[in-house]
Each structure stands twice: as C-alpha cells, then as structure tokens.
C-alpha cells in the first residue's frame, strides 16, 4: 500500500516555474515505478513525465526540454520541476505510483493532484 500527498502548486505567471513534490508512505517506494500525470477542466488525464526504479526518465513530447521529473528514494518523494510555463498548462497535477510507463490505467496508486495555475 502506497499513499500519495502532493504539493508545491500554485499560480504563476507564463514563462515562470513551479516545483512539485509528491512525498510516497511505505518502505517499498524505491521498487515503484512513478509517473506524474495532469488533467484539466473537461479534458481526459494526460501523461506528462515517468521515472523507471533506476532513475530512467520520459516525457510527453510537449513537456520535453520544459519539465523534468526526479526522485529521491532516501526522502520517498518525487519531484517535477516545471520551467517555461504557458498558460496551456494549467491543470490538475497528480501523482501515480506502480504503473507501466505513461499508461494510467496501469498505475495502481494516486494522490489527490495538486493545481497549477499558469496566467497569461
């Protein structure tokens, strides 16, 4: 069992940047595969970042270059640093654990999300 508390949105203007954490309980959080999702108001949920057990890293094409996802296994937290902002980003950013690459309905484990305002 795995619970998930993310943290660190907020409102931000465009070309700012945001870091969120997701803190993970339990003592297996260094076997779980993460992944950082988002979804906004009337939108389906959207794969934006995955880090594998070792460290491996992928993102969405449109995060590529912008966003970077870390982990660090002693504090059983991942990070997403967010640059170069757009207003197009704005949503709901939410924490999975346990799942297979950017495919959410293999993730077996979420947190509540954490918003992301980015104004114009």
Known sequence: QVQLVESGGGLVQAGGSLRLSCAASGRTF????MGWFRQAPGKEREFVAGISRNGDTYYADSMKGRFTI????AK???Y???????PEDTA???????GLRGIATTYGYWGQGTQ????S
Not at 30 to 33: D, E
Not at 70 to 73: E, H, M, T, Y
Not at 80 to 86: F, G, I, P, T, V
Request: proline share 0%.
């Open 80 to 86: 997403l640093q967010m640059n170069s902002l757009k």
């Open 30 to 33: 260094s076997s779980y595969h």
């Open 116 to 119: 992301v305002t980015v104004s």
């Open 92 to 98: 709901v950013y939410l924490c999975a654990a346990g």
């Open 70 to 73: 870390s982990r660090d296994n």
């Open 76 to 78: 059983n937290t991942v």
